[in-house]
């Protein structure tokens, strides 16, 4: 010890104080591990600027860079929180308060209704750090909820998918949303309305088997995972080895399961083109006007 560190820091400490810095300044890519400061990876909507890698991105954030300023935010209604008072290591309506405190939402998808570059929509995002984004009665109740809107306002409807599929904590009952939401997408459809699902990390189980496979137009993210059964899952019971990016959004889209990969940022402009193309009117030129029968000589 000398007169530096038993009288010099201690007044320069007293002097200025001491800030507190927050832990979370800098953010891991997991794709390339460079670090990424949190202010350019908010700007970046989480996509890494070295790699170009796509992280998760919430619910309320997806919704924030898709439409224009000024979209509102529905009210979903409630269904039953705990239908099956299921029990495993804890409660599940524990389990459901935790996720609820955590992200701030009711369950795992929000809706919404704005415009895209001018054009109207509706939108319902997926969010996967509630639980997962699993499927239960509450999600079914929103999907169906933002069909109904999407055919109370003449305009397409477009889901960002993310999700484990269906939740266990709810058995049969969240099985049976697959039908449910299912139907929802024929209301869209038999109104002659655009569904647009886009894929995005990770869409698997129940929810692949359902309505996020029925869209007019399938989009994923890069490097997106989607499947319905983990690729361990299939190699067991094939016996085969899989092959290399088996159930990324580049393989689906070289083997036509999907339509178009399309980056974050440039996914609000396809949108709006797309809603452009499938909403144009089409112009039916009028009939030719029947040529009129000449009256018979004589009268």
């Not at 591990?33 to 992280?55: A, K, N, S, T």
């Not at 009210?75 to 389990?95: K, N, T």
């Not at 484990?164 to 039908?179: D, F, H, K, T, V």
Request: net charge neutral; proline share 7%.
């Amino acid at each position: 010890m000398n007169w530096i560190s038993e009288w010099a820091l201690p007044k320069i400490k007293t002097l200025f104080g001491t800030r507190e810095v927050p832990d979370n300044l800098w953010h891991k890519c997991p794709s390339c591990e460079q670090m990424i400061f949190h202010r350019d990876l908010e700007r970046g909507l989480q996509v890494c600027p070295h790699c170009g890698h796509h992280m998760r991105l919430s619910a309320q954030a997806r919704l924030d860079a898709t439409f224009d300023p000024g979209w509102q935010r529905i009210e979903l209604p409630r269904a039953p929180a705990d239908p099956l008072r299921f029990r495993d290591q804890r409660r599940y309506s524990e389990r459901l308060k935790e996720a609820q405190a955590k992200t701030g939402l009711d369950d795992a998808v929000i809706v919404g209704h704005g415009t895209i570059e001018g054009r109207r929509a509706v939108l319902a995002a997926f969010e996967f750090s509630f639980m997962g984004g699993s499927m239960g009665a509450a999600v079914g109740e929103a999907l169906v909820t933002a069909a109904r809107l999407a055919v109370l306002q003449d305009a397409p409807l477009i889901v960002f998918t993310a999700s484990g599929g269906a939740r266990m904590q709810e058995g049969a009952i969240s099985l049976m949303q697959m039908p449910r939401t299912v139907i929802a997408t024929r209301m869209v459809k038999e109104a002659g309305l655009p569904y647009i699902v886009v894929l995005t990390d990770p869409t698997t189980g129940g929810v692949t088997a359902s309505f996020a496979m029925l869209g007019d137009i399938h989009i994923a993210e890069p490097g997106a995972l989607i499947g319905f059964a983990g690729a361990r899952v299939i190699e067991q019971t094939v016996r085969e080895k899989l092959p290399d990016g088996f159930q990324r959004a580049e393989y689906l889209l070289a083997h036509g399961i999907l339509d178009m990969v399309v980056k974050r940022s440039e996914m609000r402009a396809t949108l709006a083109r797309l809603i452009s193309l499938l909403r144009e009117p089409v112009l039916v030129p009028p009939p030719e006007a029947a040529p009129a029968l000449a009256a018979p000589e004589g009268g």
